[in-house]
């Protein structure tokens, strides 16, 4: 190889070292891709919502890492708080003072995301991220969507014949089945307060669903997927214009 092909080779080889992740984040055991979006529920008697990840280093050299936390929105009255590397932070502390440290190929479980609901109903978006101190474009990030109903709605029905999103939503909310036996199907929406809300379901291709959420107050609902008059899926959903 010449001279300049090495130069070149070695320069395109470190710049995507580099530019590797060289740690992983878990929850419930799965690996997560980067900005994955997790929903937590639980209602305004819940006065903490604790979420525990494993970070582990893949690279082959000690890993400083650091915690931040990023309100993209907050519902009046809650609070959030992060831990880490053995230190717990009051809320308006968004960065860890002190760094994790990883030998190569360890890993780490903890509660690294505290939510304090405040005890009102509401939607709130926190990005988590996780980062290499020596090299801060080395991150991941989880967006944590904490959602807070009041307790004598009762818990949504488990979800697992229809796929929803986005979640939030705004203008536009779309059911994906997974159960290719259902239709007649539309959807039910029921505010926190209440009020419940029927809605028209547009077929956009054999299996999905979409429907317009534009004149939707902003809040929490539950939803109920409902085929020939009989509910078939249910969950939470928040609306954010």
């Known amino acids: 190889m010449k001279f300049g092909k090495l130069i070149l080779f070695l320069a395109v080889a470190a710049y995507h070292t580099a530019g590797a992740q060289g740690f992983s984040l878990f929850y419930q055991g799965a690996k997560l891709p980067p900005d994955t979006l997790i929903n937590r529920a639980g209602t305004t008697d819940s006065l903490e919502l604790t979420t525990f990840f494993t970070i582990r280093n893949d690279a082959a050299t000690e890993k400083q890492i650091l915690e931040k936390k990023t309100e993209i929105s907050l519902a009046e009255g809650a609070a959030c708080s992060l831990c880490w590397a053995g230190y717990c932070y009051p809320p308006e502390v968004n960065q860890?003072?002190?760094?994790?440290?990883?030998?190569?190929?360890?890993?780490?479980?903890s509660c690294f995301a505290h939510f304090l609901t405040g005890g009102v109903a509401g939607s709130s978006l926190i990005r988590w991220t996780f980062f290499d101190t020596g090299n801060p474009a080395d991150s991941v990030s989880v967006v944590i969507n904490y959602i807070t109903y009041p307790a004598g709605i009762g818990a949504p029905p488990a979800n697992d014949r229809v796929l929803v999103y986005p979640n939030p939503a705004d203008n536009l909310l779309c059911f994906v089945l997974k159960d290719p036996g259902i239709s007649g199907m539309k959807i039910v929406l029921r505010a926190v307060t209440g009020q419940k809300t029927a809605l028209e379901c547009q077929r956009v291709s054999p299996g999905k669903f979409c429907t317009d959420t534009s004149d939707l107050p902003c809040g929490i609902y539950v939803y109920s997927v409902v085929s020939h008059g009989s509910p078939v899926a249910g969950g939470l959903v928040s609306i954010v214009h």
């Open 96 to 109: 860890a003072d002190y760094p994790l440290i990883l030998a190569p190929g360890e890993s780490q479980t």
